[in-house]
Nanobody
Framework: VQLQASGGGLVQAGGSLRLSCAAS????????MGWFRQAPGKEREFVAA????????YYADSVKGRFTISRDNAKDAVYLQMNSLKPEDTAVYYC??????????????????WGQGTQVTVSS
C-alpha cells in the first residue's frame, strides 16, 4: 500500500484543518488506518485509528472530542478532521495502514505502511 498524506498547513489556535490520506496498491479496505504525529524532539505518538469497515474509531485522549477520523473505501481514502486546534497539536502528521488488533491500535509498530507526512503548525 502506498500512502500520500495531504492537507497540512498553518492555522491559528482554535481553527480547523482536514487531513487526507490517499491509498493505492493493495486492497485498501483490508487494512485498518491510523494517524500518528511527531513533534520535534518527541517520539511518534498515536492520534486516531479506524477499523477497515469504518465501524469503530479510536482516539488519543489529547484529541478526543476535537478530532474525527473517517474513511471512504470507495475512494481509498482516510481523513482526519481537526477542530479547535491547539499549539500543542503542531507536528508532522502521518497516515499508516496495517492490521492491528484492538489492543495494538495505538502502536506504531502495528502498522506496516506509512505515508510521507504532512506538517501541521498551530500558532497561538
Amino acid at each position: 500500500v502506498q500512502l500520500q498524506a495531504s492537507g497540512g498547513g498553518l492555522v491559528q489556535a482554535g481553527g480547523s484543518l482536514r487531513l487526507s490520506c490517499a491509498a493505492s496498491g493493495r486492497t485498501f479496505r483490508n487494512y485498518a488506518m491510523g494517524w500518528f504525529r511527531q513533534a520535534p524532539g518527541k517520539e511518534r505518538e498515536f492520534v486516531a485509528a479506524i477499523r477497515w469497515s469504518g465501524s469503530t474509531a479510536y482516539y488519543a485522549d489529547s484529541v478526543k472530542g476535537r478530532f474525527t477520523i473517517s474513511r471512504d473505501n470507495a475512494k481509498d481514502a482516510v481523513y482526519l478532521q481537526m477542530n479547535s486546534l491547539k499549539p500543542e497539536d503542531t507536528a508532522v502528521y502521518y497516515c499508516a495502514a496495517g492490521r492491528p488488533i484492538v489492543t495494538t491500535m495505538s502502536r506504531p509498530t502495528a502498522y506496516d505502511y506509512w505515508g510521507q507526512g504532512t506538517q501541521v503548525t498551530v500558532s497561538s
